[in-house]
């Protein structure tokens, strides 16, 4: 290696910018790239990079417009020296997003946005990647409009828009969206537009979200400014002016900015003559997706239904209604995906929405599965937020009959192409949680049968008690007038009754027969009940603060139960279950 230097002049140079460097006298690395101009050229061995990068690295902005400043027109290949991944300074600079140096590089080489790493990443790549929205924007202003689309595709085929929805930078894909509109329908190496990888993040959006009822007031509180396009801060001679977008969405998801990119993206890959393939003139801006038969793979509506993400399969529909027909390779609609996947707001959206419901409703997979069948099946993980395995079975039966009631009589197909029903494939499937459902409801209901007894007896024996004792003369109690005494005669009763018909109702659950229907509404209610009448009962009979320090344990217990009395309320009177949300692609 020579830099006009001898090797051993270099070496010595090598490890004397490091030695500053790593002491952060940056200003002696001035000096000394002053005095020997080859020194930027230097690769330091310790870190395997540039004097230059390592001011990048240290953030060191000052210093690093000296050292540019330093750099003649005749030695601008220091600046595309990189790392062993090929990074740049100015690599580096995007993916921290300092615009400061990423001006001061590129005000010496403009040239040097467009310049690619190992993995064929340039610097704009790079910012977008990063979530550096600032510096995005001010380099693909410095982009002549000829070349942008070079700069924003990798060698594995994803694009600027793939990466910043994959990690979630949705402010940055907005502005991107309409900087970038062609890049809304194109598709990385294994098919996948923009809108496949949106469809598959349902906790982007409000209905993948599930929130307590203190985080929906949150919620709804807070502010959320419109997504607007920003300006550029450099702009290229040849930029084009755009329209600016003045209304967005008030307070509401994040994902749904994108109602236009949904728009454009449904159109270009449902609808047949959309889609000008333009790949033979232009292929480093990736392949689009065209309206030919994609060989039954998974569209943006499937994998929306499949998640449970509302709002774009209604936002979907609404452009495009034609989408309701697609079908994955094993014929499965947006009907049976939602069904399997126990997506229930998904599927009242379809039930609601008008359209021709036979030749969607009645749709068999390749098995011969109606939307019956798959709701009678079991997944292998647990798809509702509840506790428990009764409450548990409960929710399953909820949404075998909701989906059943939700069409006439007869509407679903009965057999299968193994000749079995709906009704046969629901008990063989749930056995096993038939089985985990009794054993909780017996361990549940021995627990709390044995707290009722005890406060059954302690409550017995307060009825029994006359406090203050009995007046001599004429056998009434002493404190016969007073509204404590006449409270507290009150409150035992109501707690020997409420003791006692807790108890007979945890009995009656040991008693009871454990078949699918009976954990539809009868246990869970019966269990409810019980609980009910628990805490009832301990409530009352705190009324009275010294029997409330008495029952402290008792109170302890009451509280605990709380979370399991909620829970069972809201299992048994809520129509339609609540799922909990596990991504699926």
Not at 127 to 148: I, N, T, V
Request: charged share 25%.
């Amino acid at each position: 290696m020579a830099f006009g230097i001898e090797d051993a002049e270099l070496e010595d140079i090598e490890v004397k910018l490091f030695t500053c460097a790593m002491q952060s006298d940056w200003e002696e690395v001035v000096r000394i790239c002053e005095q020997h101009p080859s020194a930027h050229k230097a690769i330091i061995p310790a870190s395997g990079e540039t004097i230059l990068y390592m001011a990048v690295l240290d953030k060191e902005e000052k210093i690093v417009e000296k050292l540019v400043e330093q750099i003649s027109p005749s030695e601008l290949d220091a600046l595309k020296i990189g790392n062993e991944e090929g990074d740049t300074p100015l690599h580096l600079a995007a993916s921290i997003g300092n615009v400061q140096m990423c001006k001061c590089i590129t005000d010496k080489d403009r040239k040097l946005v467009g310049f690619p790493n190992s993995k064929a990443e340039t610097p704009l790549f790079l910012a977008a990647l990063r979530g550096q929205k600032e510096a995005f924007l001010f380099l693909h202003g410095m982009c002549e409009s000829s070349e942008r689309h070079d700069y924003c595709r990798r060698d594995d085929g994803r694009n600027i828009l793939h990466c910043v929805i994959d990690e979630e930078y949705f402010d940055l894909a907005f502005q991107i969206i309409h900087q970038y509109r062609d890049l809304v329908d194109s598709v990385d190496e294994n098919g996948l537009t923009p809108l496949h990888l949106l469809a598959s993040k349902p906790t982007a959006f409000r209905s993948g979200t599930p929130l307590s009822w203190f985080e929906r007031i949150i919620y709804h509180c807070v502010y959320v400014e419109d997504l607007k396009e920003e300006e550029l801060q450099q702009q290229s001679p040849q930029t084009s002016k755009r329209k600016k977008i003045l209304e967005g969405p008030e307070n509401y998801q994040t994902c749904m900015y994108f109602g236009d990119m949904i728009k454009t993206s449904a159109i270009t890959i449902f609808a047949p003559n959309c889609q000008k393939d333009d790949d033979a003139e232009n292929p480093n801006q990736g392949r689009k997706a065209t309206s030919e038969p994609q060989e039954k793979k998974n569209t943006p509506i499937l994998i929306a239904a499949k998640n449970g993400v509302k709002e774009m399969v209604e936002k979907i529909l609404e452009v495009n209604p034609v989408a309701i027909n697609d079908k994955n390779e094993e014929k499965k609609n947006v009907v049976l995906l939602a069904v399997e996947n126990r997506q229930p707001e998904v599927y009242e959206l379809l039930v609601k929405r008008k359209f021709r419901k036979d030749s969607v409703f009645r749709a068999v997979d390749n098995d011969g599965n109606s939307a019956l069948h798959l709701a009678a099946m079991l997944s292998n993980y647990q798809p509702w937020h509840i506790p428990g395995a009764a409450l548990q079975m409960q929710w399953e039966m909820k949404w075998y009959k909701y989906v059943k009631d939700s069409m006439p009589p007869h509407f679903f197909t009965h057999y299968n192409d193994k000749k079995r029903t709906p009704k046969e494939i629901f008990t063989e499937a749930h056995s096993e949680l038939l089985k985990k459902g009794g054993k909780w409801l017996n361990s549940t209901s021995s627990s709390c049968s044995v707290v009722a007894t005890l406060i059954a007896a302690v409550a017995f024996a307060t009825a029994a008690t006359v406090p203050g004792d009995f007046n001599e003369n004429n056998g009434k109690p002493n404190l016969a007038h007073q509204s404590a005494f006449n409270l507290f005669a009150f409150s035992s009763l109501i707690a020997l009754c409420s003791s006692v018909t807790s108890l007979v109702m945890f009995l009656a659950i040991l008693t009871s027969r454990y078949q699918e229907d009976d954990f539809h509404e009868e246990l869970p209610r019966k269990l409810l009940f019980g609980h009910f009448f628990v805490l009832k009962d301990e409530l009352k009979n705190a009324a009275l603060p010294v029997y409330a320090v008495t029952c402290l344990p008792i109170s302890f217990f009451a509280i605990a139960q709380f979370s399991l009395y909620f829970d069972l309320a809201w299992a048994t009177f809520r129509k339609v279950p609540q799922r909990s949300y596990k991504m699926a692609f």
